[in-house]
């Protein structure tokens, strides 16, 4: 199997492709599309797996590497590579997408073969971005993952309201796309000044201070910045509770998160890594806030997808904590909840796809005393809760343990206060959507309801979630060893991290008054 | 070198010319001698094969050495070939499309394919002309071809207004290159693009030089429908039929640049520290002018039409680069952007029909449902229009962009970019109108056939759009061979 190495990753890129040019030229008959989409999910998922199981972690730089030229001038490459950062973020890719088109398998009924060819061609480029080291073929898997995404919002979104779907897809890819233009000038001034693309050769020269520094703090800016939508950070999150509410299931379980965290860490911490610590005590008041801020509206939201969206913002916020301190731990923590946040967002979506399913409806008053009912439904709802608010045992513990122990000794004692004020915060909002869903009295709707609990598809994907979750949590090392090695040289820079802690020592004082503040 | 020049018979160096002018004649021929009741759809087919085979006369100029021919009024070089190629290609999708959707009914459709032939006529041999009177010809056999093909719905109000407007406006546009023309005349003693470089210096009144060359450039810049000169191009675009849109919105605009690239480049290089100003201006007053214009528009014909200036605006930001890879990126940039343009104006031809039924962005709401094929084509179009990467679109920008940061300019591609975002914004307008489920009290209009011609045409526009896109390389190696031919008048720019 050595000899796949080589290979492998254009095998994972290209796999999802071919199987959309299936899905487009079979007939639309019942659930062809779907099975072909399941076939080719779980072949990507296998393949990605390679990766682990061939993976050298004692090694530094990138592996199962290719790299030919695709276009000689301007000199773009073809060029893949894998390192612990990206390592598990491919496979949680890969993993999402069979789970996707389970998610989807009944609720996509029309233009089937339209959904599942685009679902695929939407991995195609996520995976790209994850293992592209050229700058212009990661932009261009950046800008085409948008795609896909958009089409999909328009062509099947919820229509809570009316052309609510439209606008949606609309205020997603303008979100994202408009501020991906400075990212490409950024990319195209490093070009005209360094003749590459190459992400090594690029750190290198900027390493190497071959650029005035002013014009390095605009490249760093514009490249945070249109990572910083797509994550998104507080502030920049405007498109997400839209896109929450209606996108249709197996696109709004990857929409947000994992690939401008990857960015993030990748392409802006670690080319402009200066600029970033300049940047960091920003990100981090940010990021802090985002917890708080993301926890409290999610708290009083009425409709249960803007829930999930407020929520999602807040346990993002703590991998922009994490990153952004420096760390090794708070690094490990970040991108080791990045694919928590992945896995249990993929839980929360499956559980309230079915909900909104069976009862077309998102309004959270609408429900109550579901649990007698559908008993299976209200237990995964509970252990995928309770992975969220990071109980011991289970993943999410782990990583906002790392992010909130790291902060508190590497950053500041006041931004690890408030952080675990949003850890508390997201507790009590998961709590108490649980308690108005599936206990109390019965609703009108659930009385009226038939009874039918989650059938074995969705108990067949949930309780693997739940088992990943139960993994993760249990020997995370399997996990953090890989991501260590990938984001020890973004952790690395001793002299400067002095220099950033002086930097912070100045926030203590705004941060203990915010921690203080917001009792 | 003189010697391999002579060795090529003047009549091969227009060749194609004389394919499409005898296919043109022959189509007119015909179309008088048959009998009024009888299909004109076999003259189309002889029409499209006369372009074809102009296509492949075009490719087999690339064995010749470069050279003059005709007491030095055309010249065939890598340049003019790649043009030729281009204007032929667009010319053809042309064609095949006004085929299959041409109403059998219509009279004078004999006509409408000669005059498309003759257009082309025009148009290549704009191209390879080097000498200024001979550029007015062809200018106006290509122009003349189109203001009649623009009225073609003659039974419309918008048709017959489309044509006046866009005769008026352009007879005036090439009343002031004329004027151009006979004031460099006056100043250096020639109308040879070549050897005005070399006259310029001596040239008797610096002034009279710097006026003839504005006159030049209003000419030129109304062609491509760069604002401040495109107020013609909405109007035009909302009356002309579709097929005849998707050809006048890519090659005569194709013809127009590679005359603007060799007067500019070939002819005044030793003006560049004028025009290059002058040129950036025009770009981007063009994007903002058009992408902010175009954000308003409901009808789709009037937001292409915007869209169309706008993409002038990107191409005119490759001017930027230095050297020849500036020309190499603008011409890439035209390829790039006929694939597309034709494409998409060939997907509305087919889903709205020769009589347009759908007129408004809103008409097209759930195209993808009713006619899967088409609607997925028109979101493909529209993305590559949006400039996504591994679309002809995206390496077309890209391309002009990077040359423009390498001659200097760095806030030419932010200002570009920006606007590229701002229009997404329209094209996003379309892109979801047509994916979302149509509206349940819509008219339900038929669902569109897709013939073997028009299949043809779509499928040429797509492949050349996602080549360009994919594997842009071969394009742009002969993008960049065709550059050389300027090489030696950009070294003398100082």
Redesign the interface.
């Known amino acids: 199997m050595d000899s796949m190495n080589g290979i492998i990753l254009s095998i994972i890129l290209l796999a999802p492709l071919v199987g959309a040019a299936i899905t487009l030229l079979l007939p639309e008959k019942g659930k062809l599309p779907a099975i072909v989409a399941l076939i080719t999910g779980l072949f990507t998922f296998v393949c990605t797996l390679h990766l682990p199981a061939h993976f050298n972690s004692g090694a530094s730089g990138f592996q199962f590497v290719q790299d030919f030229t695709w276009?000689?001038?301007?000199n773009i490459h073809y060029h893949l590579g894998v390192d612990g950062l990206s390592l598990w973020l491919v496979v949680l890719t890969g993993l999402l997408a069979p789970i996707g088109v389970l998610a989807s398998w009944s609720s996509v009924k029309?233009?089937s073969?339209?959904f599942y060819a685009l679902f695929l061609v939407q991995q195609t480029a996520m995976l790209g971005v994850f293992v592209s080291l050229d700058l212009?073929l990661y932009?261009?898997?950046w800008?085409?993952s948008?795609?896909p995404m958009?089409?999909l919002i328009?062509?099947y979104?919820r229509?809570l309201t009316e052309?609510s779907?439209?606008k949606a897809?609309?205020r997603f890819?303008?979100y994202t796309?408009?501020p991906s233009?400075?990212l490409?000038?950024a990319i195209?001034?490093l070009?005209?000044k360094t003749g590459s693309f190459d992400f090594a050769t690029l750190q290198a020269a900027i390493g190497t201070h071959a650029f005035s520094t002013a014009a390095l703090c605009w490249l760093a800016f514009a490249f945070l910045i249109a990572f910083a939508v797509k994550v998104p950070v507080l502030g920049l999150h405007g498109w997400l509770p839209d896109v929450f509410s209606e996108a249709p299931v197996a696109m709004a379980m990857v929409v947000a998160g994992k690939l401008g965290l990857y960015s993030l860490i990748r392409f802006h911490v670690g080319l402009f890594p200066v600029q970033a610590r300049q940047a960091a005590p920003w990100m981090i008041a940010l990021a802090t806030i985002g917890i708080l801020y993301g926890a409290c509206l999610a708290l009083v939201q009425k409709d249960f997808w803007k829930v999930l969206a407020y929520g999602t913002i807040a346990s993002l916020s703590f991998c922009t904590l994490g990153i952004y301190g420096f760390t090794l731990a708070g690094l490990d923590g970040a991108v080791l909840q990045t694919i928590n946040e992945g896995v249990i967002g993929a839980a929360l979506f499956v559980l309230l796809g079915a909900l909104y399913e069976r009862f077309g409806t998102s309004t959270i008053a609408n429900y109550g005393g579901l649990a007698k009912k559908t008993p299976a439904l209200a237990t995964l709802f509970v252990i995928t809760g309770l992975a969220l608010v990071g109980l011991p045992l289970f993943n999410g513990f782990v990583g906002e343990f790392l992010v909130l122990s790291s902060t508190f000794t590497g950053v500041s004692k006041g931004w690890a206060a408030a952080g675990t004020v949003g850890v508390i915060l997201s507790a009590a909002y998961l709590l108490s959507l649980v308690q108005k869903i599936f206990y109390g009295p019965e609703s009108q709707a659930v009385i009226a309801y038939p009874g039918k609990d989650l059938g074995f598809r969705e108990q067949l994907v949930l309780w693997y979630l739940a088992l990943i979750m139960l993994g993760i949590g249990i020997c995370p090392n399997i996990l953090l060893n890989g991501i260590e090695s990938g984001v020890q040289q973004a952790a690395g820079y001793p002299t400067l991290s002095e220099q950033m802690k002086s930097n912070a020592s100045s926030f203590v004082v705004i941060a203990q008054e915010i921690s203080k503040g917001g009792k | 070198m003189n010697t391999a020049l002579q060795s090529v018979p003047d009549i091969y160096r227009i060749l194609p010319e004389v394919i499409l002018t005898l296919t043109g004649v022959w189509i007119m021929l015909m179309d008088a001698a048959m009998k009024p009741s009888k299909s004109r759809r076999s003259l189309g087919w002889v029409g499209a094969f006369g372009v074809t085979a102009a296509l492949y006369a075009s490719l087999g100029q690339l064995s010749m050495p470069a050279g003059t021919a005709f007491f030095g009024t055309v010249q065939t070089d890598a340049f003019s070939v790649f043009f030729h190629v281009l204007i032929c290609g667009i010319v053809l999708v042309a064609l095949l499309l006004s085929l299959d959707t041409l109403p059998a009914n219509q009279h004078h459709r004999g006509e409408y394919f000669a005059l498309m032939v003759f257009g082309a006529v025009g148009m290549c041999l704009l191209t390879s002309a080097v000498e200024l009177l001979v550029v007015f010809i062809a200018l106006e056999i290509s122009s003349i071809s189109t203001y009649v093909l623009a009225g073609y719905r003659k039974n419309t109000g918008k048709g017959p207004e489309a044509a006046i407007k866009y005769f008026l406006l352009g007879s005036f546009a090439t009343g002031f290159l004329l004027y151009g023309v006979a004031m460099i005349f006056g100043a250096t003693g020639t109308t040879q693009i070549n050897d005005i470089a070399a006259l310029i210096p001596v040239a008797k009144s610096p002034s009279l030089v710097l006026i003839a060359f504005a006159l030049l450039m209003v000419g030129i810049l109304f062609k491509v429908s760069a604002a401040p000169f495109h107020v013609w191009t909405p109007d035009v675009y909302e009356g002309a039929p579709s097929p005849v849109v998707a050809l006048m919105s890519t090659a005569p605009k194709a013809a127009a640049f590679a005359l603007l690239i060799r007067l500019v480049y070939g002819g005044f290089p030793t003006l560049k520290p004028m025009w290059l100003p002058l040129l950036w201006a025009v770009a981007v007053l063009s994007m903002t002018v058009g992408n902010l214009a175009a954000l308003r528009q409901e009808n789709v014909k009037r937001m292409l039409a915007y869209s169309s200036i706008a993409h002038a605006g990107y191409l005119l930001a490759a001017f930027a680069g230095a050297g020849t890879s500036g020309i190499a990126a603008a011409a890439f940039y035209t390829a790039a952007y006929s694939a597309m343009n034709v494409g998409i104006f060939a997907v509305i031809t087919v889903a709205s029909g020769y009589d347009e039924k759908l007129p408004l962005i809103g008409d097209f709401r759930g195209l993808i449902h009713r006619a899967p094929l088409l609607g997925g084509l028109m979101l493909f179009f529209l993305i590559s229009l949006i400039g996504i990467p591994f679309t002809g679109g995206f390496f077309g920008k890209f391309f002009s962009f990077t040359t423009a940061s390498q001659g200097g300019a760095i806030w030419l591609p932010l200002i570009g970019l920006l606007n590229s975002g701002l229009a997404a914004a329209y094209y996003l307008k379309l892109v979801v109108s047509v994916a979302q489920a149509p509206s349940s009290n819509a008219p339900v209009a038929p669902k569109p056939q897709i013939g073997v011609a028009v299949g043809t045409a779509l499928a040429f526009a797509t492949i050349a759009t996602l080549v360009l896109g994919i594997a842009p390389g071969q394009v742009l190696g002969a993008a960049k061979a065709s550059a050389q031919t300027f090489a030696t008048t950009i070294s003398s720019i100082k």
């Open positions: 276009i000689s001038n301007p029309e233009r073969k339209v212009m932009y261009g898997f800008e085409l948008l795609v958009a089409i328009a062509m979104g229509n052309n779907g439209p897809a609309l890819f303008l796309f408009i233009a400075p490409l000038v195209l001034w070009y005209a």
